[in-house]
């Protein structure tokens, strides 16, 4: 080794004198790990400058915002990265069932307006489906039992599915969807699907997604969400009815009403997307429309700066809120008068009102509108003043039937209807007669009686005496 010593250090200077021309004819010697790693990272930036830029992945930019050179490059592009709606339903067929109230009954003809713009076809026959969408219900336990059970039916028909039809996707959307999200999509896993009463737009979406495999969900709750610009399809028969909702959720906070947990915080519609909806529905021959919303007179529009004045709202005589008086806004009174002047040969009505929400203005226009049915649902849930302050309502039996009165002597002849619960919490038989002894007293045209059903997330969740 001492010897080749002398040798090898002659050799390194003769290397570093040699010229560029002389080196060519060396022997390549293998590179170093670093000088592999090197030469991996200038061929990765290499790649990656070459490679697809955002305006590739960017499909409906807006051309105004584009720079003439990013236009001109997307013009040249032919290569496309993403599909130009990756979302279309591709004539699956869509099989629709409807629980509970009226208000589901519109969302179920507004989500079949957002999935009939994708390309899917809706089916009476569920053999034909290749999704089932369950529009739910969470006001009772029992309209949530009737939905566990028909789950149950739904997915043993989805194992006995033919492999040639393709897998039967199974969605929950509405109230049941935004209370129970966990149990149904995490611990039974009996759904694909999950869409809240303010998600409806993303069905598309969450459909595609579940077409691929993923189970999706989407139950954020929303403050402005109305469904404004989309025009329900309604079902009903040449010449009959229509709902029309003008609001969405609930501000009231009723102790026993699981409502602003599961359809959120009150919002109006825009009068102009009302009425625009309510005058194609004169012109097809519908000939009575029904303003729909959770406490349809609080309607309050603020979407036009004309609207947003200083006077609180008018409540009826002796009720209260909850929440501080609302100022500004295009009340219910209004939007009333409007619609009833689009066709005077139309029939008016709204559900479901809040007794708070009859200032004299409402009753008088009622009385004067040939066309608004002298017909009033009017809630009162209980007899008792004791319970009704436990229901947080914000009235006393007299105080109600002093309102009563009033509608009575302002528009004579008005028929009225009701709802009650018995058996709410705390609820005494004193307290039980109380409520038969306004029965007796007002004499409702109609009544609509229920067994309290306790919600996990009303306010009354501390509440142990049932």
Not at 121 to 150: F, G, Y
Not at 297 to 311: L, P, V
Not at 437 to 449: I, K, N, T
């Amino acid at each position: 080794m001492k010897n080749l010593r002398p040798a090898m250090h002659i050799l390194q200077q003769w290397l570093v004198r040699m010229t560029p021309r002389h080196r060519r004819y060396l022997i390549s010697i293998p590179p170093t790990e670093d000088k592999k790693r090197i030469s991996s990272t200038s061929k990765f930036k290499s790649r990656l400058a070459t490679g697809p830029i955002l305006q590739d992945f960017i499909k409906d930019a807006s051309s105004k915002e584009m720079t003439p050179e990013v236009q001109e490059s997307h013009v040249e592009d032919s290569q496309s990265y993403l599909p130009d709606d990756p979302h279309i339903g591709n004539s699956r067929k869509v099989y629709f069932e409807t629980y509970g109230c009226q208000m589901n009954v519109n969302d179920t003809e507004i989500a079949w307006s957002i999935l009939q713009r994708k390309g899917y076809l809706r089916t009476s026959e569920l053999s034909q489906a290749d999704v089932v969408l369950l529009v739910t219900c969470s006001i009772r336990e029992k309209a949530e039992q009737t939905i566990w059970n028909r789950l149950q039916q739904l997915t043993s028909l989805k194992k006995r599915r033919s492999k040639v039809h393709g897998p039967l996707k199974i969605g929950i959307l509405g109230c049941m969807a935004e209370r129970l999200k966990t149990e149904l999509l995490e611990r039974e896993k009996l759904v694909d699907v999950l869409a809240g009463p303010d998600a409806y737009r993303d069905l598309p979406r969450l459909l595609a997604l579940a077409q691929g495999g993923q189970r999706a969900s989407n139950v954020l709750l929303s403050l402005e969400e109305t469904y404004a610009d989309v025009m329900p399809v309604h079902h009903a028969p040449q010449g009959h009815r229509a709902f029309v909702s003008i609001m969405r959720g609930c501000d009231n906070m009723c102790s026993y009403c699981i409502v602003p947990f599961t359809r959120g915080r009150e919002r109006s519609r825009p009068v102009s997307s009302i009425l625009e909806e309510v005058r194609i529905l004169s012109d097809q021959g519908v000939k009575e429309v029904n303003l729909l919303g959770q406490n349809v007179n609080s309607y309050r529009d603020t979407s036009e700066e004309q609207f947003c004045g200083t006077e609180p709202a008018k409540l009826s005589r002796g009720f209260s809120t909850v929440y501080r008086a609302r100022k500004g806004g295009l009340r219910f009174a209004d939007l009333l008068d409007r619609v009833s002047l689009i066709n005077p040969e139309m029939r008016v009505r709204f559900t479901s009102p809040h007794p708070k929400d009859f200032p004299d203005e409402v009753l008088h226009l009622i009385q004067e509108r040939g066309n608004i049915c002298k017909q009033i649902h009017l809630p009162a849930q209980s007899g008792s003043s004791k319970v009704l302050q436990a229901m947080r309502r914000g009235y006393t039996r007299e105080a109600y039937l002093e309102l009563v009165a009033n509608i009575r002597k302002i528009i004579p002849g008005v028929s009225l209807s009701s709802d009650f619960i018995a058996g709410f919490c705390g609820e005494t038989e004193e307290d039980h007669q109380q409520t038969l002894c306004l029965l007796r007293e007002v004499r409702y045209s109609v009544g609509f009686l229920f067994a309290y059903s306790m919600r996990k997330v009303s306010c009354l969740s501390l509440c142990n005496d049932i």
